[in-house]
């Protein structure tokens, strides 16, 4: 009876590990082709921006001939069409001061919210996920007119603005983990004299070292990923104020397409070199707060 018991025991043991095998395959196959929708695309806009032909090949993938002309041209060759170096220092300039502004008033808007206890708190936060809930180009026709009034439109100061402006209704997420802080360090702080400045510098901040980074990593993005926004302000038709997405963009016109197609594949890669330093550079403090916080316990 045991040598029965134990026979069907190892031929359920060996059903179930066909199985688990079985759903472990199309697991993966099913990531592969998740893998292969989004990195096709890549691989094409890369291939191509090495292409010698200068507009759009549909009879093959890779191309027939492989040049860095189209970086070169790009980078250091501007035409009246192409200012890539003049649009990427704009956009660099609008992305760093709309990272130091939203971050700080996210971190502000937060930390108010987790951590301090006022009149109407639970009203403000509910009336801020509510406005959240609708999109920001609902409000475009609005905000175009305040900046024509005030004289802000086709200046990046106006652009900034629009960025940074709402950003603190970003909050949520932030006040989330600073919920996670021990409200006894908080309070021990307090009974020592500290202030809530010093409580938010000192205390706070360096135990939330992950939710800083993914802070400072979507208010720097914003600028490199909005079209919408950046077209509607700065419409001045002049090709030297635009940045790197309405300039881009401009390059896809039907006019321009097929003289200036691999020229934009080549944009496209650059584009992505600032962001993807920015993200393996604070990985390193983002794996640093996880792993101090842990120390802390």
Same mark, same amino acid.
């Given at each position: 009876?045991?040598? /029965?018991m134990s026979a069907d025991t190892k031929k359920q043991l060996?059903?179930?590990?066909?199985?688990?095998g079985v759903r472990g395959t199309i697991r993966h196959l099913i990531l592969i082709a998740l893998a292969a929708v989004w990195l096709v695309p890549i691989l094409w806009l890369v291939v191509t921006s090495f292409s010698s032909y200068r507009g759009i090949n549909f009879t093959h993938f890779f191309p027939e001939g492989y040049t860095l002309d189209n970086y070169i041209n790009v980078l250091f060759h501007p035409d009246s069409v192409a200012q890539f170096p003049q649009w990427f220092m704009n956009t660099l300039i609008v992305a760093i001061f709309n990272c130091i502004i939203s971050t700080c008033f996210v971190l502000m808007v937060a930390y108010a919210f987790s951590c301090c206890r006022f009149k109407s708190r639970r009203l403000?936060?509910?009336?801020?996920v509510t406005v959240n809930l609708f999109p920001g180009v609902l409000a475009m026709i609005a /905000?175009?007119?305040?900046?024509r009034y005030l004289d802000l439109t086709n200046s990046y100061a106006g652009l900034i603005m629009v960025y940074a402006g709402s950003s603190g209704l970003g909050y949520l997420i932030c006040k989330g983990f600073f919920d996670t802080v021990p409200v006894s360090l908080r309070e021990a702080a307090k009974l020592d004299g500290a202030s809530e400045a010093r409580i938010f510098f000192q205390i706070v901040i360096p135990m939330s070292k992950p939710i800083l980074v993914y802070t400072i990593i979507n208010s720097f993005m914003m600028p490199w990923t909005d079209f919408v926004m950046a077209k509607m302000i700065l419409n001045s038709g002049i090709s030297a104020d635009w940045t790197v997405a309405i300039g881009l963009y401009n390059m896809l016109s039907r006019t321009l397409v097929n003289n200036y197609f691999a020229l934009f594949c080549a944009g496209g890669v650059l584009v992505s070199i600032p962001i993807s330093i920015l993200f393996v550079i604070m990985q390193k403090f983002y794996v640093e707060g996880i792993t101090s916080g842990a120390d802390k316990g």
């Open positions: 009876m045991t040598q /029965v060996r059903k179930g590990k066909i199985q688990r403000l936060q509910n009336l801020s /905000v175009y007119f305040v900046l």
